[in-house]
C-alpha cells in the first residue's frame, strides 16, 4: 500500500513540477508560483474537510470556497479569483493570514483554469503528511535556488537543521521558537524529531500540534508559505490561532520565555528601513533597538538576533544558532556581546560551516550551541568545544550539497545524551588533522578581542598543489572570498558617509 502512495505522490510531484515549468514561460517565478499553489491548496483542503467523513464546519465564506472556482472559466474565473483573494484577505485566523496581501499572478485564465483542475483531481487530505510536506518542502526548495528572487536567505539547508535539532534533541510538552522563522524549517525537523524518538500520550500530540511552536516572519510572502508548510505537515489547523506573528521580533521583548530557541537569522550585518528623502531618491537608514534587555546598542542585525535570543530563552532552556563569523570577532559591541555571552549563558559548543552550503554566496558561518542559565556572580561558561568543519572541506550546491551523513561525526563527538563525556579528536603529536578541540574560558578570555573566530587546521591545499580542488570548486570559493570582502568595504563606506 505504501509503494503505491508513494509512486502516486511521486506522480503528484511530477504533474505540479511540470505546470511550473509551463507557467515559467509566462514570466510567472517560483515564488509566485508556490503563492499561488499556498492559495490555492488551502481552499481545496478547507473545502475536503468541510465533507464526508470529516463534515467540519470550515471558517471560509461559501461564496469564494474551493467550489466557486471550479465552476468558472475565462475572464469570469479571472475577476472571480481576484475578488476572492482581496476578500479572503479580510477573515480572521490562519485563513486571514494566509491571504494577506495575497495577488493573481497568472495572467492567463486558462493556465489559472488548469491550475485548478490539477489540484482539483487529488484529494490532498487522504494524502500521507509526510507526502504532502514533501511535495511542498520540495518546491520551497526549488523556490530557494532561484537566485533572482532572493528566496534562499529564508532557506536553510535542511541537512544542517536536522543536524542541529539532533544536538538538542527536544522534548514533548516543551515549546520551541524561532524569532525569525522563513518558511518553517527548524519546525518541521523538530516536530519529526518529537514524532520519529518520543513516545506522545493524547495531551502531548495536542500540545505538539497546537501549542509547541512559536515564530517570527516579517515578509508577508514568506510567512504565507511558513504557515502553510506547517499546517501540510500536521502542525495548527485551519481554524487555530496563528502561531508566527508578523512583527519584527527585535523590536520589544514579549514576556514569553522558551525551552528551545533554533534560528537562523537573516544574512545581513545591517538592520535597515528604506525611506524617501525630499529630492525623491530612496535612502536606507540604519536600525537600531533601544531595549534595556540588549548589553548593547547596534545596528548589527546579527548581534541585535544574539542579544534577543538570550532574552527570549528560559534559564533551563537550550539554543542553537546560526550565525556569520563576524559575530565571532567584531571588536567594539561585538566583543561586549560575546563577554556577555558567556557570562550569563553556557556557550558550550561552535561548529565551523563550511563554504557552498548556502544559496547566498559569500556566506561564512557558523552555529553556536548555547544553554539558558540563571544570574551568577561567577560565568557561566567554563569551556567552549569547536568543530572545524570548514578547513580543507569543499561543498557546493549542485556537485556536493551538504547532507546529514557529513555531519554524523560532529554529532556523535556532540555527544548530546552526556556533554560531559565529551573527548578530544585534536592532539598536536598524535592527531595534529583533528576537527574536535576544546578551549577553557580563560584560554578565550585572554584571546584579543575575545575572538571566537578560532582555527588550528592546516589549509592542504594551499600545501599540496597537486591536489587543489576542481576549478569551479576554487572559482566559488574566490567568489565568495570577494563579496564577503565587498560587504566590508561597504559597512565601512557605509559608516564613513554617516559620520
Not at 471560509?60 to 479572503?88: A, C, D, I, V
Not at 565571532?328 to 557570562?343: H, I, N, P, Q, S
Request: net charge neutral; hydrophobic share 35%.
Amino acid at each position: 500500500m505504501r509503494k503505491e502512495t508513494t509512486a502516486n505522490t511521486s506522480s503528484i510531484v511530477s504533474k505540479v513540477w511540470a505546470f511550473c515549468q509551463t507557467l515559467r514561460d509566462d514570466g510567472v517565478g517560483y515564488g509566485d508560483y508556490l503563492e499561488q499553489l499556498t492559495y490555492l491548496l488551502f481552499l481545496k483542503m478547507a473545502d475536503e474537510y468541510s465533507k464526508p467523513p470529516h463534515n467540519r464546519k470550515m471558517p471560509m465564506p461559501k461564496q469564494f470556497g474551493w467550489e466557486s472556482l471550479t465552476n468558472k472559466s475565462g475572464s469570469e474565473l479571472e475577476s472571480h479569483y481576484n475578488k476572492l483573494l482581496r476578500e479572503l484577505a479580510k477573515e480572521k485566523g490562519i485563513l486571514g493570514q494566509i491571504f494577506i496581501k495575497s495577488q493573481n499572478k497568472i495572467q492567463d485564465p486558462a493556465k489559472l483554469y488548469k491550475l485548478i483542475a490539477l489540484i482539483n483531481a487529488e484529494n490532498w487530505i487522504l494524502m500521507g503528511v509526510k507526502d504532502k510536506g514533501d511535495i511542498y518542502e520540495g518546491l520551497l526548495e526549488k523556490n530557494a535556488e532561484d537566485t533572482k528572487s532572493g528566496a534562499g536567505q529564508y532557506f536553510t539547508p535542511r541537512a544542517l537543521i536536522k543536524a542541529m535539532v539532533e544536538c538538542l534533541r527536544p522534548e514533548p510538552m516543551k515549546t520551541i521558537a524561532d524569532p525569525a522563522c522563513g518558511t518553517g524549517g527548524f519546525f518541521l525537523a523538530a516536530y519529526d524529531w518529537i514524532v520519529d524518538n518520543q513516545d506522545l500520550d493524547k495531551e502531548a500530540k495536542k500540545f505538539l500540534k497546537y501549542k509547541t511552536f512559536y515564530g517570527n516572519e516579517i515578509v508577508a510572502s514568506t510567512r504565507r508559505l511558513a504557515l502553510m508548510n506547517l499546517f501540510l505537515h500536521n502542525i495548527g489547523d485551519i481554524d487555530s490561532d496563528n502561531f508566527i506573528s508578523p512583527y519584527d521580533s527585535l523590536i520589544t521583548d514579549s514576556g514569553t520565555r522558551y525551552d528551545y530557541v533554533l534560528a537562523n537569522p537573516p544574512f545581513g550585518k545591517k538592520s535597515s528601513m528604506t525611506f524617501t528623502n525630499e529630492e525623491g531618491e530612496q535612502e536606507k537608514e540604519d536600525l537600531t533597538y533601544n531595549r534595556q534587555d540588549f548589553w548593547v546598542t547596534t545596528s548589527n542585525k546579527q548581534l541585535n538576533f544574539l542579544q534577543h535570543i538570550h532574552t527570549m530563552l528560559k534559564t533551563t532552556g537550550m539554543a542553537a544558532v546560526v550565525l556569520p563569523d563576524n559575530v565571532l570577532f567584531e571588536g567594539g559591541v561585538g566583543e561586549t556581546v560575546r563577554k556577555k555571552l558567556m557570562e550569563t549563558m553556557d556557550l558550550h559548543t561552535i561548529l565551523r560551516l563550511p563554504t557552498g552550503i548556502f544559496y547566498a554566496n559569500g556566506v561564512k558561518a557558523n552555529v553556536l550551541f548555547f544553554d539558558g542559565k540563571p544570574s551568577a556572580k561567577k560565568p557561566w561558561t567554563k569551556e567552549v568545544w569547536v568543530y572545524d568543519y570548514r578547513t580543507n572541506v569543499h561543498h557546493t550546491q549542485k556537485k556536493n550539497p551538504l547532507k546529514l551523513d557529513d555531519l554524523k561525526d560532529f554529532i556523535k563527538l556532540y555527544n548530546p545524551t552526556n556533554r560531559n563525556k565529551r573527548k578530544e579528536t585534536y592532539n598536536a603529536d598524535t592527531n595534529p588533522d583533528g576537527r574536535w578541540r576544546k578551549f577553557t574560558y580563560e584560554e578565550i578570555i585572554a584571546r584579543d578581542k575575545t575572538s571566537l573566530d578560532i582555527t588550528w587546521l592546516k589549509d592542504k591545499s594551499l600545501a599540496d598543489l597537486d591536489n587543489l580542488p576542481d576549478p569551479d570548486v576554487l572559482a566559488l570559493d574566490i567568489v565568495e572570498n570577494l563579496e564577503a570582502g565587498l560587504e566590508g568595504f561597504r559597512a565601512i563606506i557605509a559608516s564613513l558617509n554617516r559620520k
